[in-house]
């Protein structure tokens, strides 16, 4: 099986040739250049797009676009052998044989998410390595990958979400079919495979749009970083086109099951249709009946982007990442209370606990974080596999100034009570990678700019925490250098941690618990209404969370999330799925017991 998505721009492997497309509505004349045949003349219609069809130009030629006195490379190219600034490469996307053609993909009920970033996953940092440790992620039990950003971005070494060639994946990590390869893998092996996408803007290194299409951009609306994209004015439509051919590739020729939309929130767009829900119609359509999983990052907690039809499935998108859950639970671990945790800092019970049972802890309430400002929509209307829980992502422990996970800074029982609670909730749980074994690696912030840029994202850096008291002065020296190729291989994981104590034992209760979800609960999740859940508290830092499953079973939680041991015994409701203590007595000190009451089905 073969499959190539055509788009009205970047370049289409015909017969004896290629077809290079280019929208160039900003500029003057517009050639085409090939090494060895010089600047080809592209003609443009009215409409700024330049064309050209070059016989004999096949899968591996070298181009760029001579715009002026620059030599570009293609803003949908599909291949940059040589980093941003160079060439690129036609690619012909059906010289791959696919071998999964029967997959059908897996239910969203099924999903446990493993996120992982290709340059430090492994010590080589590649697709091929990545392939290489499919057997065990599968054998964990984890059910979808969710790839961090690969949109090409400047230099050997980045997170991703600087990426400016939205159709060629990173090529420090491989070629197209090195990617196209893992994902058939992955398939092999009943894995689904999902990609984190920025659609919110272009990193500040290698961005040749605006030499081509300035409209591209808009002083409308205005960004963290910058110029907003220009999603809705009357010159749009190629932008939107642009980013939904984008999600619609990777859904169709690279064959992913999912894409998860990063930090929505800082998408400006006024459209009575706006780019959001019409990326998400569109790649529905597209895909059919094969289920996809659409999934945001959204700040705004905008609950109707995740509403459902009558027979339950979603309209728009399938789920978000719920950082009220994470906050809630990192305020109770840690005690930290500065920045966003300040809204949690009063009763992170109070939140935790309706992340629990309504989905959003922040549902229309003011934050103090936010200056007072209103955030979220109501939510409880909604099943529990519309939010996505996690104690760690990258955005969370990268963040950090010096990029801990959550293992440096609270004890183990805590931890695990943490983890027993969210691999087991009806939510969808996220783990990020070494997260189930607790790696002693941090995750840092790593970037490879040029070095003008360079010494602006050093201070920016040290600017981000000039408020904690520890890196202020000569403080601000000990946060890692982000361009420094140290910080990089700092944040690679530790495959031989896995191995040895504390960290088997650890990975062993991961898998115990990921078992008993498959086996218990994810064939009980299909159904599943939101608004069925009920909350006692049972002590300032103790509660009883009960949820009605799709198959009309009950699921219940008995959690003490304090230090100190919860008086007298809290009896169960069905029989014990996991205890984090054993199941006998009262509530230890980070105590938790499941129990499923399944009338004996």
Known sequence: MRRSHAMPFGTAVETGGTRFRLWAPD?????????????????????????????????????????????????????????V???????????????????????WEEAVVYELHVGTFTPEGTFAAALARLDYLADLGV???????????????GWGYDGVLLFAPEATYGRPEDLKAFVDAAHARGLMVMLDVVYNHFGPEGNYLHATARRFFTDRHHTPWGQAINYDGADAGPVRDFVIHNALYWLSEFHFDGLRLDAVHAIQDDSAKTVLEELAERAREACGDRPIHLVLENDDNAAHLLSRDGRGRPRHYTAQWNDDIHHALHRLLTNEAGGYYRDYAPDPMVHLVRCLTDGFAFQGEESEHREGARRGEPSRHLPPGAFVSFLQNHDQIGNRAMGERIDALAPWPAVHAATALLLLAPQVPLLFQGEEWGAATPFQYFCDF?????????????????????????????????????????????????????HAHRLREVRTLLVLRKRELAPRLAGMAGGTATAEMLGARAFRVRWRLGDDSTLTVVANFSA???????????RLLYSTYGGVGAL????????LDDGGK
């Not at 600034?85 to 239910?107: I, K, N, Q, T």
């Open 85 to 107: 600034h160079d060439l690129s490469e036609v690619v012909d996307p059906r010289a791959y044989e696919w071998a999964d053609g029967g997959w059908r993909g897996r239910p």
């Open 143 to 157: 059910t979808a990958i969710e790839l961090m950003p690969l949109a090409e971005f400047p230099g050997a070494r």
């Open 27 to 83: 500029c003057g004349a517009v050639a085409l250049h090939i090494p060895g045949r010089g600047d080809i003349p592209m003609p443009k219609d009215t409409g700024g797009w330049a064309e050209t069809v070059v016989p004999g130009a096949g899968a591996g030629t070298r181009y760029g676009f001579r715009v002026g006195g620059l030599l570009i490379p293609d803003p949908a190219s599909r291949h940059q052998p040589a980093d």
């Open 564 to 574: 100190v041991p919860l008086p007298g015994i809290v009896p169960g409701e069905g």
């Open 588 to 595: 230890p000190a980070w105590g938790l017991d499941w129990f």
């Open 450 to 502: 040029g070095p003008g840029l360079a010494h602006s994202v050093r201070e920016g850096r040290k600017h981000e925490f000039v408020h904690f008291p520890e890196f202020q002065g000569e403080g601000a020296n000990r946060i890692p250098d982000p361009v420094a190729p140290e910080t990089f291989l700092r944040s690679k994981l530790d495959w031989s941690e896995a191995a040895n104590p504390p």
